[in-house]
């Protein structure tokens, strides 16, 4: 009968489970960017300048441009642009469109 093993495998658990609590409970929430007036009056004119509205936002990509023409640079983050559409006006691609080949 191997009750030592068993013990020793339940104790290591335990003590990992309460090591990984106890660094948890130890570590300081994130702190929020600090403000930066200068950016704000930007983003601010910005958003007078292209008249944008909370039904119809400013795009992304025009206040980035806006905001480098006061000198903030574009942020790395932002999304790449969605790819052109050569798809014709008019014409609906899922008519053609069947679940199942076969004959």
């Known amino acids: 009968m191997y009750v030592f093993p068993r013990w020793s495998t339940t104790l290591f658990a335990f003590a990992m ?14 702190r929020p960017p600090p ?39 574009k942020p790395r983050h932002m999304p790449p642009p969605p790819p052109p559409r050569d798809i014709p006006p008019g ?3 899922d008519d053609d469109f069947t679940p199942f080949a076969g004959p």
């Open 35 to 73: 403000h930066d007036p200068a950016f704000e009056a930007a983003m601010d004119d910005c958003w007078v300048e292209y008249g944008g509205e909370p039904d119809d936002p400013v795009p992304p990509d025009m206040m980035a441009d806006c905001m480098a023409s006061k000198g903030f640079p």
């Open 17 to 30: 489970t309460a090591a990984a609590a106890a660094y948890a409970q130890d570590r300081d929430p994130p």
């Open 91 to 93: 014409d609906d691609d």
